[in-house]
């Protein structure tokens, strides 16, 4: 079994935020002007971009990522993308790891909002990211500073080429109905990861994705913890909110599910990460520990009565793997 590879030069947004370009939230690459090569959902694969020696199909190499044919004319390329929900977009990576003589040289990225559909002919398209030089092979972060809620993003290509993935990084936003209830720790409503002691095989951000894993390696699992203590993430809530609720999914984990879980729980209005990690050591008891079965989901309503909550910390006693987890309330407002 792997360990997931993380890129230590990855800026801070790939982490707090939320890929709204995630098809896995239901994203989706609408149109482009050609994908001779290499189809532009694979663009959007929440996987890690690999390259198949001697791999080809009926166009050529096999390629893991969106490519367009080489231009022999005047013009660029260029594909929109849906976002999973509308969203403030606060950074972007284009990537074009694997891609060498065959990357563009060049991109931009637009965006436009759109409260019905998909984008028309006459659509109005505002620069979010202005013409970039990109290089082959490499991640390319870019920090976006815009208030705005948008819909759509349309990356430009110049002239031609090879992205393998395109992620878009933003906290959704939401409108939610007086009095509903939603799921206060799914990505899809703007929660995400502050921190966590350990991800060695699965990031603890797809423990906020929706549905059941798709197989083991849709979950969060840390390594064999050889000494004592426990694992644990901090999540920051899509808003604050009340949890009635809790559900605890271990779906595919059966030799190495955690023994038992518990939640803390508190209301902050700042601090920093490491000022959060020590808090929350002492912060009050949301759930109690509670045995965990293998590939099962549990649900939990026995829960201390602690009224409006920020953040919690997911406790797994001492180690191992669960696929999702579901902290069903009302947000303030709502």
């Not at 890690?48 to 001697?54: C, L, M």
């Not at 050889?226 to 030799?255: M, S, Y």
Request: aromatic residues 8%; glycine residues 10%.
């Amino acid at each position: 079994m792997a360990a997931v590879i993380f890129d230590p030069d990855a800026p801070d947004f790939t982490r707090r935020f939320t890929n709204l370009a995630d098809p896995r939230l239901g994203a989706e690459a609408i149109a482009c002007s050609d994908e001779f090569f290499a189809a532009r959902g694979r663009m959007l694969s929440p996987d890690e971009p690999v390259f198949i020696p001697g791999k080809y199909d009926e166009h050529g190499k096999w390629m893991d990522g969106w490519e367009s044919r080489r231009k022999r004319g005047p013009g660029n390329d260029w594909c929109v993308v849906r976002l999973a929900r509308a969203g403030r977009i606060t950074g972007l990576d284009i990537d074009t790891r694997h891609f060498t003589g065959n990357y563009p040289p060049g991109a931009s990225i637009e965006a436009c909002r759109c409260e019905r559909g998909d984008p028309a002919a006459d659509a109005v398209w505002t620069p979010l990211l202005p013409t970039v030089a990109l290089r082959g092979n490499a991640h390319h972060y870019h920090a976006i500073e815009n208030d705005t809620a948008w819909t759509h993003v349309r990356l430009s290509i110049y002239p031609d080429g090879g992205i393998a993935r395109l992620r878009v990084y933003g906290r959704p936003v939401a409108d939610w109905a007086e009095g509903a209830e939603l799921d206060l720790a799914a990505a899809i409503n703007g929660a995400y990861v502050v921190a966590t002691n350990n991800e060695h095989f699965g990031r603890a951000a797809t423990l906020l994705l929706p549905g059941r894993g798709a197989n083991m390696g849709d979950g969060w699992e840390t390594r064999r913890r050889r000494e004592p203590g426990n694992d644990w993430c901090i999540i920051a809530l899509a808003a604050p909110g009340i949890i009635e609720r809790v559900e605890v999914d271990t779906a595919h984990f059966k030799g190495n599910y955690p023994d038992a879980c518990s939640l803390q729980a508190a209301h902050l209005a700042d601090g920093t990460e490491q000022t959060l990690i020590t808090q929350s050591m002492f912060w009050p008891e949301l759930l109690a520990p509670q045995k965990l079965q293998m590939d099962a989901v549990h649900g939990f309503d026995d829960l201390a009565k602690q009224g409006l909550v920020t953040h919690v910390r997911f406790n797994i006693f001492p180690d191992g793997g669960v696929s999702r987890l579901r902290l069903f309330g009302r947000a303030a407002g709502a």
